[in-house]
C-alpha cells in the first residue's frame, strides 16, 4: 500500500509541477516508471519461450517414439500433456495478470480459472492434436514411414486431452488455494477497497454506454424504417 501511495503521490507531484512549468516532460516521467517493468515482462517471456522450446526438444525432438498403452514410454508421452497443462496454465494467467491487468483485477477469479483450464484444453485439442494427426500423422510420416507414429487412435487421444485437462485443473485448484490462504493470512483491505470503487465506477461506464447504444439502435431502427417506407412509396 505504501508503495502504491508514493507512486500516486510522485505522479501527482509531477503533473503540478508540469501544470507550473517545471516538469516539462510528464510523459518520459511514465515511461522511465514502467522500464522496468517492461524489462521484467521481457525477460520473463524470454524464459517461456526457452523453456516450451526445451519441452518441444524433449518430448518432441528428442523423446517421440511409439508407444503401447502403458507402457514406460506411452508413460513419458502422458507426463509431457499433464507438465504441458500444467505449466501453461500458470503462463496464461501470467500473462492475463500482466498484459490485461484492468480485466485481471475486476473478473471472479473463479471465472478466470474456469476460462484458463479451456483455454488450455484448447491449446491441446486445436494446436498439439491437431497437428500430431493432420500433420504429423497424415503428411510427414506417410512420407518417411521410419518416423513413429504420434497417435494410436481415439482413445489415445482423448486420454491426452484428459490428462492435459486435468494438470490444468490442478494448477488452478492450486492457485486459488494459494490466493486465498493469503488473502486469509495477509489481507489487503486497501486494495480490496479500490478495487470495489473501480468496479463500480466501470459499471456506471457500462450502463451508460448500453444506454447510449440503445439509443443509437432505435436511431438506426428510424432511419431504416424511413428508407423502406420510401422505397414502398416511390413504387
Not at 510523459?27 to 526457452?50: D, G, S, T, V
Not at 507402457?71 to 500482466?98: E, P, Q, V
Not at 491426452?160 to 493469503?182: E, G, Q, S
Not at 444506454?211 to 414502398?232: A, C, M, N, P, Y
Request: proline fraction near 3%.
Amino acid at each position: 500500500m505504501n508503495r502504491k501511495i508514493r507512486f500516486i503521490s510522485l505522479f501527482q507531484s509531477a503533473q503540478i509541477l508540469e501544470q507550473r512549468g517545471l516538469f516539462d516532460n510528464i510523459e518520459k516521467f511514465q515511461q522511465n516508471r514502467y522500464a522496468p517493468i517492461r524489462k521484467k515482462r521481457l525477460a520473463m517471456n524470454w524464459i517461456i519461450l526457452f523453456g516450451n522450446l526445451i519441452f518441444v526438444y524433449i518430448w518432441g525432438y528428442k523423446g517421440w517414439q511409439e508407444a503401447e498403452y502403458n507402457t514406460d514410454a506411452w508413460w513419458f508421452d502422458s507426463y509431457g500433456h499433464m507438465i504441458f497443462g500444467f505449466c501453461w496454465a500458470f503462463i496464461l494467467l501470467y500473462w492475463a495478470k500482466r498484459y490485461l491487468l484492468s480485466l485481471y483485477v475486476q473478473i471472479p477469479k473463479w471465472v478466470l480459472a474456469i476460462v484458463i483450464i479451456l483455454a488450455v484444453s484448447s491449446i491441446e485439442t486445436l494446436v498439439w492434436e491437431n497437428y500430431e494427426f493432420g500433420i504429423w500423422d497424415s503428411l510427414i510420416q506417410p512420407a518417411y514411414p521410419y518416423l513413429p507414429k504420434a497417435q494410436k487412435g481415439s482413445p489415445d487421444t482423448m486420454m491426452d486431452i484428459n490428462f492435459t485437462t486435468a494438470a490444468a485443473i490442478l494448477a488452478m485448484i492450486f492457485w486459488c488455494v494459494y490466493r486465498k490462504f493469503c488473502v486469509l493470512k495477509w489481507p489487503n483491505e486497501a486494495a480490496e477497497e479500490m478495487r470495489e470503487e473501480m468496479i463500480k465506477r466501470n459499471k456506471l461506464s457500462v450502463d451508460e454506454i448500453n444506454s447510449l447504444q440503445t439509443e443509437h439502435r432505435r436511431f438506426v431502427r428510424t432511419k431504416i424504417k424511413e428508407w423502406w417506407e420510401k422505397v414502398f412509396q416511390e413504387k
